[in-house]
């Protein structure tokens, strides 16, 4: 592994089924990131973890939820998917949560709800 | 609110300059970034702004006027693999990145 992995790279889901998106990462950085991307939109912040043990909610945390049991992996599930979450979704990461340092970015996994 | 602005789309000449503008509001400021994000591909680091003034890296340079809650990304000898959404992002008081829509940069030859 180089960087962050993301699985899978896309999926169709129907509505109301329980999906888990994984990323991984193995540069050892302390903070954790999930995005969604969407047409005409910024990134916007689902949940964020700056060190392992803890996590945040971001600007859209609704029907989401994260963990982060080990340094490496910031898996994101959404219990019960809608048709509203269809998005393109990244994971990124960065050494530490309160400097500087630019955000890498996993390749991203494109989720159809129908 | 916060907010990021930036233009929906510039189209440039191969060869030529480009200048992409971003204006921020947010609550807190504790750097500006660029990134660029070729279609279907994650968003690459371009660029980082905490200090007033001109970065300057190779064929790319970014501004900030802290004052004005503005900044550009300046690119230099366009190439076609220029072609791409360029994003502004800022951190705020919380270290949370505040990301504008993108500018999508069309190069013609």
């Known amino acids: 592994i180089a960087g962050i992995t993301q699985a899978p790279t896309s999926q169709i889901l129907a509505a109301g089924r329980r999906m888990t998106l994984r990323c991984t990462q193995d540069?050892?950085?302390?903070?954790m990131y999930w995005y969604r991307q969407d047409l005409g939109l910024g990134l916007r912040l689902i949940h964020y973890?700056?060190?392992?043990?803890?996590?945040g909610k971001g600007e859209v945390p609704d029907g989401y939820s994260v963990s982060r049991a080990n340094t490496d992996d910031f898996p994101l599930t959404l219990a019960s998917a809608v048709p509203s979450q269809t998005s393109v979704y990244f994971c990124?990461?960065?050494?530490?949560?309160?400097?500087?340092?630019?955000?890498?970015f996993g390749p991203g996994t494109r989720l159809t709800v129908l | 609110g916060q907010n990021i602005d930036q233009p929906t789309e510039m189209t440039a000449t191969e060869g030529a300059i480009v200048q992409i503008n971003c204006t921020y509001q947010?609550?807190?400021?504790?750097?500006l970034f660029w990134y660029q994000q070729h279609a279907g591909e994650a968003p690459t680091f371009l660029s980082y702004?905490?200090l007033d003034g001109l970065e300057e890296k190779g064929r790319f340079s970014s501004f900030l006027s802290r004052s004005k809650g503005y900044s550009y990304l300046l690119l230099k000898e366009l190439q076609m693999k220029d072609s791409a959404s360029y994003l502004c992002?800022?951190?705020?008081?919380?270290?949370?990145?505040?990301w504008g829509a993108g500018t999508k940069l069309i190069i013609k030859p």
């Open positions: 947010t609550s807190g400021f504790n750097g």
């Open positions: 992002a800022v951190m705020d008081s919380n270290y949370q990145l505040i």
């Open positions: 702004n905490v």
């Open positions: 540069m050892r950085h302390n903070a």
């Open positions: 990124a990461s960065t050494p530490s949560g309160t400097g500087e340092h630019e955000q890498f």
């Open positions: 973890s700056n060190t392992a043990g803890t996590t």
